[in-house]
């Protein structure tokens, strides 16, 4: 089957503990994203890459890191300098840049 | 100014009715406009893009673009419950090609 996942489903984070959320695509999209969204609230970027080994800074990219070293993988690590980690985290992917196509999130608490 | 901005809803209309979702964007030049559903603890799922100024059809969606008036809207014809969810408007500019700036959805309720 083709598409977008990202794991764990649910993570629960430590103060001062960095975490690595997964992000893998079989689409062959060029484009991945991550997003950020807080509850009642749209979406915001964090991080975006349209090519291998590049990657962008999006709004709110500050105690956060990517790397994008394959084409289908897109890992985003929450550092300990993200004081208000307590989100849902979205990835998404893209073929042209345009429409997107999202994984089924993360939900990750700070306990 | 938020640089998408939606209604913030809640909107509840009546099973038939036509639903009515509005967006403004402040980028003049913006190319590309989607609409995004999600249902409530799920992720979004592209719906409609619309590129150019008028009307787009597919089923019972039509999105509207009027580039002049820098509005976007959608329309859900006899809406039914389960298109009752939250509705997100994106935007691509120009500039950074590629990343779409998101509104914060309007919440749409379809009572039975």
């Known amino acids: 089957d083709g598409g977008i996942t990202q794991s764990p489903k649910y993570l629960f984070r430590k103060e001062g503990q960095n975490v690595t959320l997964s992000c893998e695509q079989n689409?062959?999209?060029?484009?991945m994203y991550w997003y950020r969204q807080d509850p009642g609230q749209g979406l915001r970027l964090i991080y975006y890459?349209?090519?291998?080994?590049?990657?962008q800074k999006g709004d709110i990219a500050e105690g956060y890191s990517v790397s994008r070293e394959k084409k289908e993988s897109f890992p985003l690590t929450v550092t300990s300098a993200q004081k208000n980690p307590t989100a849902f985290y979205l990835c998404?992917?893209?073929?042209?840049?345009?429409?997107?196509?999202f994984g089924p999130g993360t939900r990750l608490t700070v306990l | 100014q938020k640089e998408v901005e939606q209604n913030s809803g809640p909107l509840s209309v009546p099973e038939g009715a036509i639903a009515s979702l509005n967006c403004t964007y402040s980028?003049?030049?913006?190319?590309?406009f989607f609409w995004y559903r999600q249902y409530s603890g799920k992720s979004p799922e592209l719906i409609m893009s619309?590129?150019?100024?008028g009307d787009k059809e597919d089923g019972r969606f039509t999105a509207q673009l009027n580039k002049a008036s820098q509005y976007v809207s959608l329309l859900i014809r006899d809406s039914q419950p389960s298109d009752s969810a939250t509705y997100l408007c994106?935007?691509?500019?120009?500039?950074?090609?590629?990343?779409?700036?998101f509104g914060d959805g309007t919440t749409l309720t379809v009572k039975p």
């Open positions: 890459s349209q090519i291998v080994n590049d990657f």
């Open positions: 689409l062959n999209h060029d484009a």
């Open positions: 980028d003049r030049v913006s190319q590309s």
């Open positions: 998404a992917s893209s073929p042209s840049f345009n429409e997107q196509f």
């Open positions: 619309i590129y150019s100024n």
């Open positions: 994106a935007v691509n500019g120009i500039t950074n090609a590629g990343k779409s700036t």
